[in-house]
């Protein structure tokens, strides 16, 4: 056989290889089609976890804003005395009701209408929940007659309100009428706080991230403020998943935290010893107590006894009626234990630094250390679990500075310790003040106070100033988040 000659393939053999031909072409196929799906799928689930984060982004939005709003209310943020609930178990009438406090306004959200409202109150109207809307993406061109510019992707946060009256936090049917996603006051809860105090809120925000038809229509936008568009026909229900047969909800997200502020109900005096406890306000020689611009009795009321003791009094004793002060009558809604949770998380506040019980006397400033000036010049809350006892020497800590200062036992400044404290100071035990000590403000005590060493040089001198302690209660009203507290979860 020449080697020249062509070989010529049997039938059979043809077919074969025809049939590899169009096995391999399917598999390159398949193998396209799986790329290719392989790819859509990763690309889908990479713009839903970016939707979901955009979602997230606009949940933490609406939870600033309501963050924002408590802070700009903070003087109709609780219940009056007189109304709040006594108890939280449902009863017929149902009084008051804790969360009747959250009030927004038309100012308060972008859409303030019939279907936010709510009239049963006794206090007027009133927007159902705080709605804010915001443009996520680049903005496109409407396609109009006149060119206009918008944006097709937007987020959407809503803050509900609890709008139906006949609801209880306790355990009873009528919690089932308790909106979850609705702004409550917790005071009472792990406290023995009055519902309503309103030194305690749980706010949770919704976040959406919405769609509208492309390209942008002049009347697209308009969907924002369409009840028929969200479940419910309500503004502050979830948007529909689709609207006219087009995608309209992308993603979700909520925000839950509680935020938590500091009242208070302090006596007008520059210094002030419990009733029902045998303390006293001793003034020795050296000792100065100034009552200007305090409620001044000429004598000291039954079981609040002054012994001046050849100190100076001026311009009298200057005390409220004898009522048993106490930490919860002094700080309404409050314990020791969240004071102490408060000042760890104000540890970084710009506004007035915390200072928690872990540091002890170390959190104290050192009088004459290279960090005293900037220490002493941030307004701050120390609060101390157990007795405070300093010393004398060039270089030794003080209680200086301005701020709130809560002491869970005594507190005992010696003669020749520099110390010069301008706000509240609040001692569960007996207070000792040795010369060149200046506290100005108001002193509180369950035990006792003493002012003035005798067989010292230098003076005590306690002096009362209102303005002094409306600044501190200003600065501790305002609400803060507790960190511990933050839930975010995507949908």
């Known amino acids: 056989m020449s080697l020249d000659k062509p070989v010529s393939l049997r039938p059979h053999e043809k077919g074969q290889l025809f049939a590899g031909w169009v096995v391999g072409i399917f598999i390159i196929a398949a193998m396209i089609i799986y790329v290719a799906d392989t790819m859509r799928r990763s690309r889908n689930t990479t713009q839903s976890t970016l939707y979901r984060e955009l979602a997230l982004n606009v949940a933490k939005a609406g939870f600033e804003e309501g963050l924002s709003y408590f802070r700009n209310h903070g003087t109709t943020c609780y219940l009056p005395a007189l109304v709040v609930p006594v108890s939280q178990a449902y009863v017929t009438p149902w009084p008051d009701y804790p969360d009747e406090a959250f009030l927004p306004g038309t100012s308060d959200t972008d859409f303030y209408s019939n279907i936010t409202v709510s009239t049963d109150l006794g206090t007027g109207t009133c927007a159902g929940g705080i709605i804010g809307d915001v443009p996520m993406d680049e903005y496109v061109t409407f396609t109009a007659s006149q060119e206009m510019t918008g944006s097709s992707l937007w987020g959407r946060y809503v803050l509900r309100r609890q709008n139906i009256r006949n609801w209880s936090p306790g355990p009873n049917t009528m919690s089932a009428n308790t909106d979850a ?52 026909n309500n503004l502050l229900s979830a948007p529909l998943s689709y609207y006219n047969k087009q995608p309209f909800l992308l993603a979700q997200a909520r925000v839950y935290g509680e935020l938590t502020r500091v009242n208070f109900n302090l006596p007008a005096s520059p210094v002030f010893v419990a009733s029902g406890v045998l303390g006293t306000v001793t003034i020795n020689p050296q000792g100065v107590l100034i009552a200007t611009g305090a409620y001044v009795s000429t004598s000291p009321p039954p079981g609040i006894p002054v012994h001046n003791v050849g100190g100076t009094l001026s311009p009298g004793y200057g005390t409220n009626t004898p009522t048993a002060e106490s930490f919860a009558a002094c700080f309404p809604g409050q314990s020791w234990t969240r004071m102490a949770k408060l000042a760890a998380q104000l540890a970084t506040s710009t506004v007035i630094k915390g200072y928690p019980p872990a540091g002890g006397m170390g959190n104290l400033p050192v009088f004459g250390s290279p960090t005293f000036a900037n220490q002493i010049s941030q307004p701050a809350f120390y609060f101390f679990n157990q007795s405070v006892t300093l010393t004398t020497g060039t270089i030794e800590p003080v209680l200086s500075g301005v701020g709130l200062c809560i002491i869970q036992g005594s507190l005992d400044i010696p003669s020749g310790n520099n110390s010069n404290w301008a706000g509240i100071l609040y001692v569960k035990g007996q207070v000792t003040l040795g010369g060149p000590t200046s506290i100005s403000g108001i002193i509180i005590s369950e035990t006792g106070i003493i002012i003035g060493d005798p067989a010292a040089y230098n003076k005590a001198t306690v002096s009362y100033d209102a303005e002094i302690v409306a600044k501190v209660e200003s600065l501790m009203k305002d609400f803060t988040v507790d960190s511990s507290s933050i839930v975010a979860t995507q949908f």
């Open 181 to 232: 996603d609705a702004c409550h006051d917790i005071s009472a809860v792990g406290t023995q706080s009055a519902l309503g105090a309103g030194t305690r809120w749980s706010i949770a925000s919704r976040g959406y991230l919405l769609r509208l038809p492309s390209p942008v229509s002049s009347t697209a936008s308009s969907l924002l403020g369409t009840p028929a568009a969200f479940a419910s």
